[in-house]
């Protein structure tokens, strides 16, 4: 009768250990789907001189002011 | 005899946990690594510098696109003249956009100047992509800056781009 109890109690611990490793893979798969859907590079992770918002632009404007630069309020306007 | 058929059993459960916990890895790794990276973003940033480095080069708006004052009969020829290509043998539609309005500095309410390459279908996309980001629609970059021709005549260029390329992209 004791032993019986024991073995009841032996698979009940197997049992549940089951469930657990269960749970918690179960866990890490939803976690990675999840993270799955979010794999974005935008121009803000990058390293390169991308990463300055339309830096290229301006920079192009900058240039465009040394050889005409009347009106720098209004085309200041214009490019904001 | 009874403690030889346990141990069996439990060898056996053993392998089954193994088991599991292997196909567990295996799914989650191929979640995470078979979705692809979403770059869209960058790309159309790319497009958009590009586009602005052919229109407008040294603070000079480029002279097959207008000269003198006026609209070259070269700018038909915008793509090939910027090294660019939008159509590829990986897709049926084009999966690009760029626009490009010129305005004068004295009329800013009306183009001078436009010139529209790629897929137009785009535009719409990129007007709701304003409000909030959707991932399955295209990515959309504005821009503008200020330029000038060889009679130092003022112009603001404002330049769209757009790269869908879902399928690639977005899982």
């Known amino acids: 009768m004791l032993n019986k109890k024991a073995q009841i109690g032996h698979t009940l611990t197997w049992v549940l250990a089951t469930i657990i490793i269960i749970f918690v893979l179960l866990i890490f798969i939803f976690a990675s789907a999840g993270l799955s859907k979010i794999k974005f590079i935008g121009v803000g992770e990058l390293k390169s001189g991308l990463n300055e918002e339309s830096s290229i632009l301006e920079e192009k404007t900058n240039i465009a002011y040394e050889l005409n630069n009347a009106n720098k309020e209004i085309i200041k306007e214009a490019i904001k | ?171």
């Not at chain 2, 330049?159 to 399928?167: C, M, P, Y």
């Open chain 2, 1 to 171: 005899m009874l403690n030889k058929k346990s141990g069996k059993l439990l060898s056996l459960y053993w392998f089954a946990i193994i088991t599991l916990t292997a196909g567990g890895v295996f799914v989650m790794v191929y979640l995470f690594y078979g979705a692809p990276y979403d770059v869209r973003e960058i790309e159309s940033h790319i497009l958009m510098n590009q586009v602005a480095d052919c229109v407008s080069y040294l603070g000079r708006i480029n002279p097959d696109l207008i000269s003198g004052g006026v609209v070259s009969s070269n700018s038909e020829n915008f793509l090939e003249s910027c090294h660019l290509n939008f159509s590829s043998i990986e897709w049926e539609r084009e999966q690009f956009y760029a626009e490009v309005t010129f305005y004068q500095l004295a009329d800013l309410d009306n183009s001078f100047f436009e010139i529209k390459k790629g897929n137009s279908d785009f535009v719409s996309e990129c007007n709701i992509q304003g409000k909030e980001k959707y991932n399955n629609l295209v990515q959309c970059r504005e821009g503008s800056f200020y330029s000038v021709d060889e009679l130092n005549n003022q112009y603001i260029i404002k330049i769209l781009t757009a790269v869908r390329k879902t399928e690639k992209n977005v899982k």
